[in-house]
């Protein structure tokens, strides 16, 4: 029992290591990760739902792919390895941690774990690069091409590490109820993490999914806690940060640098909504490409996207196909947080609007960046499951993991 007790244990582990870092074939593993660790999970089902419970999201989940990856991009790779990705976390969620409260509490405390150990890293990162750089290429079993950085092999890709770990923490403070001191602690955390983390997108969808999180939470109240929280920020940056961390290597230094303008977003999202107009029904209806309608454009130089997964996505299908497959992938989800909103003050609700807001945090920041949900970014992944798991969920049973 104990040896089969470690065994589950180590294939969480290295599951929800390879889903939160994006590790699905490297120049060792030539199988699919998620498959290697995720499939034999199923075989320690304890208490599995009833059913599969994601077959119309996986449904809606191929039609997208198959019409976004295949018709629209003809990248046959990226289509079975993203379905390959949400395929495996469905089967975990519905299989593994099934009705299951303790596995389900488990696997979200593992993999924001993992998540902080990455932070860790980050922040080790920026003085002891010569060190830490070989470890997080031999941890993810690849080149890194940005540092300094978590677990991850670009800055870009780190910020959906830091969002979904800082806003789910702060809120989780919150909706926990701890103490001034322990929030204080979680705040400066996050701010640490966000400030050396030079991701300008995840500060905002932080601080988007935090302000909206309070307002929604304390009402009239928040006005005064974020009025509060605006300057135990400004104390922590003139008293903690400015001084005592390295002033080349931060999210306002890589702000003032040139080169972080050289593609403004906004800019981008603009060139794209003209090809949008050029082509309102969607590339794919006029059997079009992306290469072949900006090749001329200087916004989009090198096969340069507009850094909008979802304007990408409306792009390529049309906003008619394309904005009803995101409503359909999106609709639970949204149907759960309306739902939650209203009674969002229920004593069963701390972790699911900890989850919530995390999630939200990096829809935010897909705004800015190609990773989203339909590209496998781990953490979106990881939390639109588990928060459709949720109410699945009982409180039954002791062993954590073999109940």
């Known amino acids: 029992m104990e040896l089969k007790k470690l065994l589950v244990y180590c294939f969480v582990i290295f599951y929800l290591y390879v889903l939160a870092f994006g590790i699905f074939m490297t120049e060792t593993v030539k199988i ?62 519905n299989y593994f941690v099934g009705s299951s409260r303790s596995r389900f509490v488990t696997s979200i405390v593992l993999f924001f774990l993992l998540l902080m150990v990455s932070m860790i890293i980050m922040i080790l990162d920026h003085n002891y690069a010569s060190i830490i750089d070989p470890i997080r290429i031999a941890m993810l079993d690849e080149q890194v091409k940005q540092s300094p950085s978590g677990l991850s092999i670009t800055q870009f890709t780190f910020g959906y590490q830091v969002a979904a770990f800082t806003t789910m923490i702060l ?13 204080l602690v ?3 955390s996050c701010l640490i993490c966000i400030y050396l983390g030079m ?52 999210i306002l230094s890589k702000n003032a640098a040139k080169e972080a303008n050289d593609f403004n977003r906004a800019d981008l ?25 900006t090749y001329r454009n200087p916004s989009f ?35 759960l947080f309306w739902n939650t ?42 939390l639109y499951f588990a928060i459709l798991q949720y109410n699945v969920t009982s409180d039954t049973g002791n062993d954590i993991l073999l109940t």
């Not at 409306?314 to 008619?320: K, Q």
């Not at 935010?364 to 953490?379: E, K, Q, R, T």
Request: contains cysteine; glycine residues 6%; proline residues 4%.
């Open 32 to 93: 699919p990760a998620p498959a290697v660790f995720g499939l034999p999970l199923i075989f320690f089902a304890g208490q599995p739902a009833t059913r599969f419970l994601y077959y119309k999201e996986m449904l809606f989940f191929i039609t997208a792919l198959f019409l976004y990856n295949i018709v629209g991009m003809n990248d046959y790779r990226s289509f079975f390895a993203t379905l390959i990705t949400i395929f495996i976390c469905a089967l975990y969620f």
């Open 171 to 183: 809120v989780a403070a919150f909706t926990f109820k701890q103490n001034l001191l322990i929030k």
């Open 186 to 188: 979680v705040l400066c």
């Open 199 to 250: 991701n300008r997108s995840a500060f905002i969808s932080f601080c988007a999914a935090t302000a909206i999180f309070l307002i929604i939470y304390y009402r009239y109240k928040a006005v005064f806690l974020l009025i509060i929280t605006i300057l135990v920020c400004f104390a922590a940056y003139t008293y903690m940060l400015k001084g005592n961390f390295d002033n080349k290597n931060n």
């Open 269 to 293: 999202a603009a060139e794209n909504l003209k090809i949008v107009a050029n082509y309102p029904f969607g590339l794919i209806f006029y059997g079009k490409t992306w290469d072949e309608v």
């Open 301 to 335: 130089p090198f096969g340069l996207s507009s850094h909008n997964a979802y304007l990408m996505f409306v792009t390529l299908l049309g906003p008619f196909l394309g904005l009803g497959l995101l409503g359909a992938i999106y609709y639970r989800i949204l149907s």
């Open 341 to 382: 909103v209203k009674n969002i003050h229920k004593k069963n609700q701390p972790l699911y609007l900890a989850l919530f807001f995390s999630f939200f945090a990096i829809s935010i920041n897909a705004l800015s960046h190609n990773g989203w949900l339909l590209s496998v970014d781990g953490p979106t992944v990881f």
